[in-house]
């Protein structure tokens, strides 16, 4: 019994390991999965919103540079302040004072106009319109002007601007009549103690905007 025993033992063993033999073997498990943190960190910022970067904020300037700024600033004041003098030293004359005669109307504005664009560039609009209505005083254009500065006080007036009073002085006082004021001023003209320039020079002056052709 010890013999048959034994080559039942056998063939057993051959037979486990011939089916041990013959079946496939386990696929090796998968190694764990690698990241790459440097891709995974693009993605991201990828998906983030992008940020523009904090403005580079300039060095402080040395204190040899905030001298150099003063200086410039203070000199850049004086020459201001040099240019505005000059200007004012310059002599313009005023305009005579006006009563409202009709002949003086155009001598009035002229001189008005030319002073206001010398020294009054710079001033309000309401202070030109005072300065000329100071030169308007006596006679018809007394009444005139308060008549005008009550309007003005009130806001009923039309004018604003100093050209705009130009141009009510023209109509109020007859300018409008130039022409035929001239016209009497050539029949009535003469040379008297005048050289023959002269005359002329002054025939022309007034045969100006009166239409005349000679």
């Known amino acids: 019994m010890l013999p048959v025993r034994r080559s039942l033992e056998s063939a057993l063993d051959q037979e486990t390991e011939s089916e041990y033999e013959s079946s496939p073997s386990p696929s090796p498990s998968p190694p764990p999965p ?50 505005q003098q000059q200007g004012s030293r310059v002599e313009v004359a005023r305009p005579q004072v006006f009563n409202g005669k009709m002949e003086e109307v155009s001598a009035f504005i002229n001189t008005a106009h030319i002073y206001i664009r010398m020294k009054m560039t710079e001033e309000a609009a309401t202070t030109q319109v005072a300065w000329v209505l100071s030169y308007v005083q006596g006679g018809i254009a007394e009444a ?44 009535t003209i003469e040379q008297g103690g005048r050289t023959c320039d002269e005359y002329v020079q002054e025939f022309k002056k007034v045969a100006r905007g009166s239409g005349y052709k000679g």
């Open 144 to 187: 005139w002007k308060d008549n005008l500065m009550d309007e003005l006080a009130k806001g009923e007036s039309e004018v604003e601007t100093v050209e705009q009073l130009f141009s009510k002085i023209r109509n109020d006082f007859g300018e409008t009549s130039e022409e035929e004021r001239k016209i009497e001023q050539l029949r």
């Open 34 to 83: 690698s990241y790459d943190m440097s891709w995974q960190q693009q993605q991201q910022q990828q998906r983030e919103p992008s940020q523009a970067p904090a403005p580079c904020q300039p060095p402080p300037l040395t204190r040899e540079e905030q001298l150099l700024a003063m200086i410039t600033t203070l000199q850049q004041q004086v020459n201001t302040m040099l240019l």
